[in-house]
């Protein structure tokens, strides 16, 4: 990753909206002040966001072409990888959802333990991170999907 970009940990509800964004801007007119920061960024996810988006494209059918270009898509997207630092911040923030009475899925809080333990700034499309933001540590750019 390049050093002198900001980096965005990039969630599943995102990353599919992203995605959809080449084919209609038009629908995210309402990005408009995030376009030119996201633009400029370097945009990571976690490896179970690529899993998500994949068990995603299995579900809805997609055929071969579809997914070939959401994978050519996806590509611009740097994969991070689960190790250690990762598991412990996971579980303090499962604790800490919990104790909040915040249900968020785990593939939620593998991508929120990520931007915590690399104290990035995580782009979402979903409330739940917005939520436990303040055990994040980091802020939280919520894009609000097209209505």
């Keep these: 990753m390049n050093?002198?970009?900001?980096?965005?940990?990039?969630?599943?509800?995102?990353v599919g909206h992203y995605l959809r964004y080449g084919d209609s801007p038009e629908r995210y007119a309402h990005w408009e002040s995030a376009i030119a920061r996201l633009a400029t960024a370097t945009l990571a996810i976690r490896i179970v966001t690529l899993a998500e988006m994949r068990a995603g494209y299995a579900d809805a059918g997609w055929g071969s072409?579809?997914?070939?270009?959401?994978?050519?898509?996806?590509?611009?997207?740097?994969?991070?990888?689960?190790?250690?630092?990762?598991l412990n911040a996971w579980a303090r923030l499962w604790v800490?959802?919990?104790?909040?009475?915040?249900?968020?899925?785990?593939?939620?809080?593998?991508?929120?333990?990520?931007?915590?333990?690399?104290?990035?700034?995580?782009?979402?499309?979903?409330r739940d991170h917005v939520r436990i933001e303040p055990e994040l540590g980091v802020e939280v750019l919520y894009l609000a999907p097209p209505a």
Excluded: M, Q
């Design 96 to 126: 800490a959802a919990k104790a909040r009475g915040i249900a968020i899925s785990d593939n939620d809080l593998w991508v929120a333990a990520t931007a915590s333990v690399r104290r990035k700034r995580l782009v979402t499309c979903d």
């Design 65 to 86: 072409r579809r997914v070939a270009a959401a994978e050519r898509r996806c590509a611009s997207l740097v994969p991070l990888l689960l190790d250690d630092p990762y």
């Design 3 to 14: 050093a002198h970009r900001e980096v965005l940990i990039c969630d599943t509800s995102f």
